[in-house]
T-cell receptor, first 114, second 114 residues
Framework: GDSVTQTEGQVTVSESKSLIINCTYSATSIAYPNLFWYVRYPGEGLQLLLKVITAGQKGSSRGFEATYNKETTSFHLQKASVQESDSAVYYCALGPNNNNAPRFGAGTKLTVKP | DAGVTQTPRHEVAEKGQTIILKCEPVSGHNDLFWYRQTKIQGLELLSYFRSKSLMEDGGAFKDRFKAEMLNSSFSTLKIQPTEPKDSAVYLC????????????FGKGTRLTVV
């Protein structure tokens, strides 16, 4: 079945430094799945950060970017300069696609130090 | 517009009890999802409905977990009997359809089984 892997459970970065959160996927139900990043800020519900539905394209939101790389089956999340307000849990997701529900990674907790 | 509404927000149950969690999706959404959220596993799919029809049933959760859609605007998740390992946050989510649209999440129900 489809799956998503996030290798880092926790990441700590100093404010104004760059960030990369890794995400790789495996899709057996569809050749080119839709890819998403969701975020959960402290005290809030899970919400969409950005999405890309076309291989090779880049999505961006709130200073974050992610590029859909079908060769490496990756969708890493990057930001050039993080802020304390970016501290949250980030989830990479595959789908929904066709008749399949979205699949999520285990999540990466980002802590930005002042 | 109201988002996804989940009740109760917190539930404490004794081992062996039956509990029912409730969810109202975004009005007009056709797809509804139940997920279990833990720090280790991330978001695990429990059930997926489209227009009240069951599309996917999380294989590992079939024996004690049962989700139903009583109508297009109300869903329940029953856990019977509860076990301490069921302690987690249960998320309900909905989307317009299964194309490239985002999924909207409720704030979740935190279940503690003692």
């Amino acid at each position: 079945g489809d799956s998503v892997t996030q290798t880092e459970g926790q990441v700590t970065v100093s404010e104004s430094k760059s960030l990369i959160i890794n995400c790789t996927y495996s899709a057996t139900s569809i050749a080119y799945p839709n890819l998403f990043w969701y975020v959960r800020y402290p005290g809030e519900g899970l919400q969409l950060l950005l999405k890309v539905i076309t291989a090779g394209q880049k999505g961006s939101s709130r200073g974050f970017e992610a590029t859909y790389n079908k060769e490496t089956t990756s969708f890493h999340l990057q930001k050039a300069s993080v802020q304390e307000s970016d501290s949250a849990v980030y989830y990479c997701a595959l789908g929904p696609n066709n008749n399949n529900a979205p699949r999520f990674g285990a999540g990466t907790k980002l802590t930005v130090k002042p | 517009d109201a988002g996804v509404t989940q009740t109760p927000r917190h539930e404490v149950a004794e081992k062996g009890q039956t509990i029912i969690l409730k969810c109202e999706p975004v009005s007009g959404h056709n797809d509804l999802f139940w997920y279990r959220q833990t720090k280790i596993q991330g978001l695990e799919l429990l059930s997926y409905f489209r227009s009240k029809s069951l599309m996917e049933d999380g294989g590992a959760f079939k024996d004690r977990f049962k989700a139903e859609m009583l109508n297009s605007s109300f869903s329940t998740l029953k856990i019977q009997p509860t076990e301490p390992k069921d302690s987690a946050v249960y998320l309900c989510a909905s989307s317009l359809d299964s194309s490239n649209t985002e999924v909207f999440f409720g704030k979740g129900t935190r279940l503690t089984v003692v």
